[in-house]
């Protein structure tokens, strides 16, 4: 099963929520946003595989295990690749563990819809990102709200714009900002994102 993570406004917390599901979930990792190394701490060396390995027309150099993250690279990933993302997805789709895609606030690659997956929004109480949400025409699975204190919206509000049930209520905690800025969210998991743990399951 592919579990997307998105949202259509950056800063949600899109990068947070994929790895700590796909940390729970000891899944594949694919980062199309480019963050998952430095918030994890970790640096891709020679080992590594990119997107675009995973897209290329050859096989990527290296078969990937639970707990793989896949790097975004240096390359410019083409969302009109066609048939770079369909083998991508077929080569996902073939693993035979679950896949957590971190893919920001860009537009999904529609290959990677083409496969059994799961897609959960990332949003918080915020008029500009539900603006954004209606007027981008996303479509999702689940919505996972990241509360903040002080926002005008609620998680219901936000729950009823989107129209799609809510899956994980993430309270706003400074440690989760702390373990991200310390590049030590793989290791130092605040005990505030335990909520996405039945995502983690869902994602299996």
Not at 30 to 54: E, F, K, N, R, Y
Not at 157 to 172: I, N
Request: aromatic letters at 4%.
């Amino acid at each position: 099963m592919l579990t997307i993570i998105t949202s259509p406004k950056g800063g949600s917390g899109v990068s947070v929520c994929a790895a700590a599901i796909a940390g729970a979930a000891n899944a594949v990792l694919v980062d199309l946003d480019g963050d998952q190394p430095a918030l994890l701490g970790t640096s891709p060396d020679a080992t590594s595989t990119t997107v675009a390995q995973w897209m290329a027309p050859t096989p990527p150099p290296k078969v990937a295990e639970p707990g793989t993250l896949i790097t975004r690279g240096d390359s410019n990933l083409d969302p009109g690749d066609a048939d770079g993302w369909t083998r991508c997805a077929r080569r996902l789709d073939a693993l035979a563990m679950p896949v957590v895609v971190d893919a920001g606030c860009s537009t999904v690659p529609t290959a990677l819809t083409g496969i059994p997956h799961q897609i959960f929004t990332v949003l918080r109480p915020c008029y500009l990102a539900l603006h954004r949400w209606y007027r981008q025409g996303h479509h999702c699975t689940g919505v996972i709200v990241v509360d903040e204190p002080g926002r005008a919206l609620g998680v219901d509000d936000v729950v009823r714009c989107v129209g799609a049930p809510l899956v994980a209520h993430v309270r706003w905690d400074p440690a989760i900002a702390r373990a991200v800025d310390a590049g030590l969210l793989g290791v130092r998991r605040p005990a505030t994102l335990a909520v996405l743990d039945a995502l983690a399951t869902r994602a299996l």
